[in-house]
């Protein structure tokens, strides 16, 4: 599985072995939650989890953004209220409470209108005198490509190059050529070349593939599928080329030069009939 979710296992193992007398329980699976940037008034990230009597003292609720050490938020249960720092100072409705138990209230977060920089794992760790456990939830903020753009371009050698590009696309989207001809269903373009940028928060994103003329069964439609892993974001544009028609090779020789060849055929046979005579 994935890499995140492998150090979550790896902590809560290493929280169960040194654990102690502790009693805190996490009571959910890891989660994602998929929104599209700036479209949803809110989102909540829970950090579920039962306590055992020895755990009502002292317990600190802290979550944690990607691999930053400082907390981006903090609860101190009791008198305190939640703090929201970091990347999420401001973001949060700090008023929200989850639960009316005293010691669950302020666990989760209420990310006001979600936009892709506040996208990523999110840790929360529950703390107590007796115990500490880790929970991890993934939030997806995608933003959608404005513009796919798909041309070719012809090569002096016989060959089309075909271009997709995508501006301003989070997180990083996957592209995907294929070709279509009449009475041919669509087939996969291989040995893509791919170039990504990253620039002001987004992806920028072209690859190419390169096909011989020859190779192609007459007007040809090349299209690009754009997709966002763990999304519904599917994005097709297309374009369509007309191979060259290459002269036959014979039909080459005979235009230029066609004619002296010809002749000098002519004149050794004649010199070969002499000789042998
Ligand atoms: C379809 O395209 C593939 C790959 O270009 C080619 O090998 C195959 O012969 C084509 N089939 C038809 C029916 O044109
Ligand atoms: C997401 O939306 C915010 C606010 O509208 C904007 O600043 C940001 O550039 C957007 N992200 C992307 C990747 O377009
Ligand atoms: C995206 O990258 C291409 C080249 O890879 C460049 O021509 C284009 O200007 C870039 N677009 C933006 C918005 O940076």
Not at 137 to 165: A, F, G, I, M, N
Not at 224 to 253: F, M, N, W
Request: net charge negative; proline share 4%.
């Amino acid at each position: 599985m994935e890499a995140w979710l492998r150090s979550l296992v790896v902590c809560t193992s290493l929280a169960l072995m040194t654990g102690g007398a502790g009693g805190i329980q996490v009571v959910e699976e890891p989660g994602l939650q998929v929104v599209e940037n700036g479209t949803v008034d809110h989102v909540v990230l829970d950090c579920p989890f039962v306590l055992e009597a020895e755990d009502n003292i002292g317990l600190v609720i802290k979550w944690f953004h990607l691999n930053n050490p400082i907390a981006v938020y903090q609860w101190i249960s009791g008198r305190h209220a939640p703090q929201a720092t970091g990347i999420l100072e401001g973001r949060l409705d700090l008023q929200f409470e989850v639960s009316e138990d005293a010691l669950q209230r302020h666990r989760a977060l209420k990310i006001l209108r979600p936009t892709t920089e506040l996208a990523g794992l999110y840790t929360c760790s529950i703390s107590s005198f007796a115990d500490e456990k880790l929970y991890t939830q993934r939030l997806l903020v995608y933003s959608e490509p404005q513009d796919v753009k798909v041309w070719t371009e012809e090569q002096d050698d016989d060959h089309v190059t075909v271009l997709c590009q995508v501006d301003h696309v989070f997180p990083q989207p996957l592209l995907r050529l294929r070709q279509r001809s009449a009475g041919n269903d669509s087939v996969a373009l291989s040995a893509v070349k791919e170039v990504n940028s990253w620039s002001r928060g987004s992806y920028n994103l072209t690859v190419e593939a390169t096909v011989r003329d020859d190779d192609l069964d007459g007007p040809t439609v090349f299209e690009c599928l754009v997709t966002i892993p763990d999304t519904e974001v599917q994005v097709l544009s297309d374009t369509e080329y007309h191979p060259r028609v290459r002269p036959v090779a014979g039909e080459v020789k005979t235009g230029g030069g066609g004619g002296n060849s010809a002749v000098s055929v002519m004149a050794g046979l004649a010199l070969l009939l002499l000789w042998r005579v």
